[in-house]
């Protein structure tokens, strides 16, 4: 699974800037907001996270974004946080 930030940074300049405008936003908000530390990660609505994977030409996909932004396997079933 790759991880969102590892692919990110390994573009190129131009690279990242052709990524950025084709998933509708900015190399200076994905740097800012979703590759930052978890700490002041945020995590993007599931347009942008759709947008990235689609932009990425097929080299990251919507589970592996959703996996890295939510830290968890997107192939599990989300655990139930309610008693039976």
Do not use: Q
């Not at 052709?18 to 930052?36: C, F, K, N, Q």
């Not at 939510?70 to 309610?82: F, L």
Request: charged residues 25%; glycine residues 4%; proline residues 7%.
């Amino acid at each position: 699974m790759p991880d969102f930030r590892d692919f990110f940074l390994a573009l190129e300049p131009a690279a990242r800037e052709r990524y950025a405008r084709r998933a509708g936003t900015t190399v200076g908000y994905i740097r800012a907001h979703l590759i930052a530390p978890s700490a002041r990660r945020k995590v993007p609505r599931k347009r942008l996270i759709e947008a990235l994977a689609s932009a990425s030409d097929a080299k990251i996909s919507r589970a592996d974004l959703v996996a890295y932004f939510y830290g968890v396997n997107s192939h599990e079933p989300p655990r139930s946080t309610h008693s039976l």
